[in-house]
């Protein structure tokens, strides 16, 4: 079955301390990978996506993901976290030959960040 | 980055009654929106796509009679929850896409739907 994981629920990481937020997706080809956060009570924001290419890919706020392929992953990974940093952070998959913008979400890592 | 409209952000409803929640691009053309559901700490669910002018295509497990959405225009979905029960209360999300022009769906700030 096609599905997105994201095995880490919760994370707590002290202000400037290195972050990794785990991804893996199951699906016969490689969809397109995104990475969203989300603040309490509010919408979406697209921090990084990969289509294509380089497989290490640099988003806003200092984010960035590497897809593996072999590994059927793409882990976020910011180096130096910031207390503004704490939110919920979804990975989503968009199928190839689906139509773009129909998004499938892992469940969601809430990251706290202590000061 | 483009801006999605969400209205209400939050609504409560008495059950039995329909409330419609709107979703606009305010600074380009949505080809397709799409509708999501959000429980209290769980991910969010596809519930819909819409494009223009068409029918809505809902996912597997989505009651098309009781999530009425209409794409009238290239600016506006909306979605309807009809008879609501409490346990349609949610965060429900729109997002919208060019997907003509764009790679990337833009997102509302949400609604918070209560029926009590």
């Known amino acids: 079955a096609q599905s997105v994981t994201q095995p880490d629920i919760h994370i707590t990481v002290s202000e400037g301390a290195s972050l990794e937020l785990r991804c893996n997706y199951s699906?016969?080809?490689?969809?397109?990978l995104f990475w969203y956060v989300q603040s309490p009570g509010q919408g979406l924001q697209l921090l990084l996506k990969?289509?294509?290419?380089?497989?290490l890919v640099q988003g806003i706020k200092g984010f960035e993901a590497e897809f593996k392929r072999s590994q059927s992953s793409f882990n976020l990974r910011k180096p130096s976290v910031h207390w503004s940093d704490a939110a919920e952070y979804f990975c989503?998959?968009?199928?190839?030959?689906?139509?773009?913008?129909?998004?499938?979400f892992g469940r969601g890592t809430q990251l706290t960040v202590w000061p | 980055g483009a801006v999605v409209s969400q209205h209400p952000s939050r609504v409560i409803c008495k059950s039995g009654t329909s409330v419609k929640i709107e979703c606009r691009s305010l600074?380009?053309?949505?080809?397709?929106m799409f509708w999501y559901r959000q429980f209290p700490k769980k991910s969010l669910m596809l519930m819909a796509t819409?494009?223009?002018?068409?029918?809505?295509?809902?996912e597997q497990g989505v009651e098309k009679d009781k999530f009425l959405i209409n794409h009238a225009s290239l600016t506006l979905s909306t979605l309807t929850v009809t008879s609501a029960h409490p346990e349609d209360s949610s965060f429900y999300i729109c997002?919208?896409?060019?997907?003509?022009?764009?790679?990337?769906?833009?997102f509302g700030q949400g609604t918070r739907l209560t029926v009590v």
């Open positions: 990969y289509f294509s290419g380089d497989t």
């Open positions: 989503a998959v968009v199928y190839r030959g689906s139509t773009l913008g129909r998004l499938y």
């Open positions: 997002s919208a896409i060019n997907s003509l022009r764009n790679t990337e769906a833009f």
């Open positions: 819409s494009n223009e002018g068409s029918k809505a295509t809902y």
């Open positions: 600074d380009f053309q949505a080809t397709t």
């Open positions: 699906y016969g080809a490689t969809p397109y």
